[in-house]
């Protein structure tokens, strides 16, 4: 099954991972009208999503297979997993490509991992690996660029939101010493 297909439907998707990361995957998936289940071995965050969001929630680990058949992972059609450790992301997705043959995302952080994640996304099925840190750099360094010839700096009215962007405009000196 490819993205393009799933765009077009209510897509059913296991998040592994409860955290910042997987209450706003869960959020903004949820809102969208996606079907949501969400895996977490903390009692109390799975209490607090459930009671907050239309969702299902699986207490238990994201790296068991029972708990991961308990989500309905039969019938998923994707799994992204974002628990805090990487070994747990990737063992999550190991398992639900060969228990339910979905799409999985796997949030990757160690730069040893990822310098191999061509190999490793290959040998496991991975649909998509994402390293935040890595992704967050890319995305700076096409962004922004403040150097001693640049007259245009890019600047955002919200930090937390690259898309509403605008220029300020530098008269040559003014920006750095190496440009006096």
């Keep these: 099954m490819s993205f393009e297909v799933l765009e077009d439907k209510r897509v059913n998707i296991i998040i592994v991972g409860s955290g910042k990361v997987g209450y706003t ?3 903004h998936l949820n809102a969208e009208g996606h079907e949501i289940t969400v895996i977490d ?14 969702i299902y929630c699986v207490l238990g680990n994201g790296t068991s297979y029972r708990t991961q058949k308990e989500a309905g992972i039969e019938k998923a059609d994707l799994l992204i997993s974002v628990a805090n450790q990487d070994e747990v992301n990737l063992l999550s997705c190991l398992i639900a490509k060969k228990a339910g043959n979905c799409q999985t995302i796997a949030r990757v952080r ?4 990822y310098d191999e994640i061509g190999y490793i996304r290959e040998e496991l099925g991975l649909s998509m690996s994402i390293n935040p840190e890595w992704e967050a750099a890319n995305e700076m360094s096409d962004t922004v660029s403040v150097c ?4 245009e700096i890019p ?7 690259c898309s ?3 220029k300020i405009r530098i008269k040559r000196n003014e920006c750095c010493r190496i440009c006096r």
């Design 110 to 113: 160690n730069p040893e991992y």
């Design 41 to 54: 071995s903390d009692e109390e965050k799975i209490k607090d999503l459930s009671s907050e969001m239309d």
């Design 155 to 161: 600047w955002w009215n919200d930090p937390a939101s």
């Design 25 to 27: 995957l869960a959020q």
């Design 148 to 151: 001693p010839c640049s007259r």
């Design 164 to 166: 509403h962007s605008r």
